[in-house]
Nanobody, 129 residues
Framework: QVQLVESGGGLVQAGGSLRLSCAAS?????????MGWFRQAPGKEREFVAA????????SYADSVKGRFTISRDNAKNTVYLQMNSLKPEDTAVYYC?????????????????????WGQGTQVTVSS
């Protein structure tokens, strides 16, 4: 069982930056999990934002955030990050961290919501215009 706790959300003006963190529970074999970030805006379905492989060597981004967001991980700290720059009002959403166990493949990047087994509680990001 993996517990994920997001932090770093808040209110920011358009054009600003935020860095989200997602910490996994201490006993997790964190390096065996592919990780992802998703978001859900009011009245909309949850959507993929970014994903990173177990090793951190492979990443994937939604077109809407490509060039503005960067996903990274520190396996020694059991933490995955989402650096968000040039924020826009349409980035306003609850951001969720997710994990999926991939013991055999270090380079796999998972972008599909249904493939993730573990989810955090979410952190609110609000971008004002």
């Amino acid at each position: 069982q993996v517990q994920l706790v997001e932090s770093g959300g808040g209110l920011v003006q358009a054009g600003g930056s935020l860095r989200l963190s997602c910490a996994a529970s201490a006993r997790t074999f964190f390096s065996r999990y592919a990780m992802g970030w998703f978001r859900q805006a009011p009245g909309k379905e949850r959507e993929f934002v970014a994903a990173i492989s177990r090793s951190g060597g492979s990443t994937s981004y939604a077109d809407s955030v490509k060039g503005r967001f960067t996903i990274s991980r520190d396996n020694a700290k059991n933490t995955v990050y989402l650096q968000m720059n040039s924020l826009k009002p349409e980035d306003t959403a609850v951001y969720y961290c997710a994990a999926t166990f991939h013991p055999l493949h270090t380079a796999v990047v998972v972008t599909t919501e249904r493939e993730y087994n573990y989810w955090g509680q979410g952190t609110q990001v609000t971008v004002s215009s």
